[in-house]
């Protein structure tokens, strides 16, 4: 089992930064791939990147890629969103998510991940 909990969201303006960070408890953490999505008011929940349990994959919805950055930490158990270059359609609430299935891979899949945590909420101003 794992909790994760996300912190870091708040209000940007466009062209801004902001980092959010997701730690993680119970299961070793460089065990499992760790993914980040997204969900806007009255649209589905979308996939922004993952990374893999040793972070030498990765992958960004084309959406983001050049300008979102998924890094993690074993020592601290976290995995980090560095979103630059904002746009005012990056706002939602932003979950983090665990996935347990072998290998050093990742997906993008959000059937395939396993425990989420809350949100925070990211909301960018034109």
């Known amino acids: 089992q794992v909790q994760l909990v996300e912190s870091g969201g708040g209000l940007a303006q466009a062209g801004g930064s902001l980092r959010l960070s997701c730690a993680a408890s119970g299961r070793t953490f460089n065990t499992y791939a760790m993914g980040w999505f997204r969900q806007a008011p009255g649209k589905e929940r979308e996939f922004v990147a993952t990374i893999s349990w040793s972070g030498g994959n990765t992958y960004y919805v084309d959406s983001v890629r050049g300008r979102f950055t998924i890094s993690r930490n074993s020592a601290k158990n976290t995995v980090y969103l560095q979103m630059n270059s904002l746009k005012p359609e990056d706002t939602a609430v932003y979950h983090c998510?665990?996935?347990?299935?072998?290998?050093?891979?990742?997906?993008?899949?959000?059937?395939?991940?396993?425990?989420w945590g809350q949100g925070t909420q990211v909301t960018v101003s034109s």
């Open positions: 998510a665990a996935d347990f299935a072998p290998g050093d891979t990742y997906s993008r899949s959000e059937y395939e991940y396993n425990y």
